[in-house]
């Protein structure tokens, strides 16, 4: 007790005071409520987007800059970690295993397959790029599976810096936006019907929100189609995490065993679990969820707590955003964007017309 109070006392002595979280948490919030005034005035802008971007918009305006990166950061940080995990764990509750497999083994084969195919794509192009740390990870990550939410459950596990988290997360998001606007125009020009252009929209964009606000275009038949596709993509998660932990798990086990790590204890303590937390927490409300036993308000009340969430976390992750940096790699990571867009649009309206 006494080892850790008397530093503190030195530093209180030296006229340093710690960064409160309660500063930048009620800024957080405080985004949210703009981000929800957007969201109101233009429907077409989901939540989530907004959150982002007035994140990104606080870090950089002058009566605001100096509170994000100075007291506010260590609660948007916070914001940024501990609230996106629990939205994880409440997007679960959307996920129902009945509802998986009522669109048959086709669909579900196809999911995984464009999945697969842009996540392995777009990592293995970021690599070539020359992108720098986690950032074809993380944005193959987002694009392949769920967006932020995704980046955010496999930056966990991988321990990824904030800013790599918050580029990928203003990518994808910007990217999702887009695809609002975009995808309704190419239906027609491209011979789908409802249902079909919901599996596509389903199957390659990338926020459930964004999801929702491109499959609605089509009707109902179109946007009840899109969000079962989208939560067979939210499934992979966990699965995902899983195996991106292992292999982080090995690759420490083969520095110890090179001698690269000085304690074997520091290493141990860097080693994920195989499945974190937040993901057995989603599993749980999954498996929840499909009991049935949850009654309709419940389930409202849920996602609304989980989109306040994940919003705060996005304007955290927004915030880190540091634009003037971006300007050394800003455009190869904007033509990976564009290449990991057109390869999952491609690869899911294949797969749409295979199983329709």
């Known amino acids: 007790m006494t080892l850790t109070a008397a530093p503190g006392r030195a530093r209180q002595a030296a006229g340093w005071r710690p960064p409160a979280p309660a500063y930048g948490l009620g800024l957080a919030a405080a985004g ?51 609230l996106m995990r629990l939205g994880i764990v409440l997007l679960g509750l959307k996920l129902s295993l009945n509802d998986v497999l009522g669109l048959g083994w086709a669909t579900v084969a196809m999911v995984l397959g464009v999945v697969a195919a842009t996540f392995c794509g ?31 459950a496999v930056s966990e596990v991988s321990d990824s810096d904030e800013r790599d988290v918050a580029t990928s997360v203003a990518l994808v998001t910007l990217c999702g936006t ?17 249902e079909a252009f919901g599996r596509w929209v ?5 926020d459930v929100g964004q999801v929702v606000a491109t499959a609605q275009t089509a009707g109902p038949s179109a946007l009840g189609d899109a969000v079962l596709v989208k939560l067979v993509r939210v499934a992979l998660l966990a699965p ?10 090995a690759r420490a086990r083969a520095k110890q065993a090179e001698g690269e790590q000085v304690e074997g204890e520091e290493t141990e303590r860097r080693r994920p ?42 304007f955290g992750l927004g915030s880190a955003v540091h634009l003037p940096s971006l300007t050394r790699t800003g ?6 964007g564009l290449c990991a867009w057109v390869v999952i649009a491609g690869a899911s309206y294949g797969g749409v017309l295979l199983t329709t």
């Open 202 to 206: 389903g199957a390659s964009v990338h």
């Open 273 to 314: 679990p195989l499945v974190p937390l937040f993901v057995l927490g989603f599993l749980a409300m999954t498996a929840l969820r499909s009991t049935d036993v949850l009654s309709t308000a419940v389930l409202d009340s849920a996602a609304t707590a989980q989109e306040l969430l994940l919003a705060a976390a996005l």
């Open 32 to 82: 949210v409520g703009a981000a929800w005034g957007v969201h109101r005035l233009l429907p077409a802008v989901p939540l989530l987007t907004a959150a982002v971007v007035l994140g990104i918009v606080a870090a950089h305006l002058p009566g605001a800059r100096g509170l994000v990166r100075g007291v506010c950061r260590a609660g948007l940080s916070l914001a940024g970690k501990r």
């Open 240 to 249: 995902l995490v899983a195996v991106l932990a292992t292999s982080v798990r």
């Open 122 to 152: 777009t990592w293995w192009l970021g690599r070539r790029m020359g992108l720098s740390g986690d950032q074809p990870l993380l944005i193959a990550t987002g694009y392949s599976i769920c967006g932020a939410s995704a980046i955010g």
């Open 178 to 194: 887009l695809a609002i606007a975009v995808l309704p125009l190419l239906q027609h020009p491209l011979g789908l019907g409802d």
């Open 331 to 336: 455009a190869r990571v904007a033509a990976l």
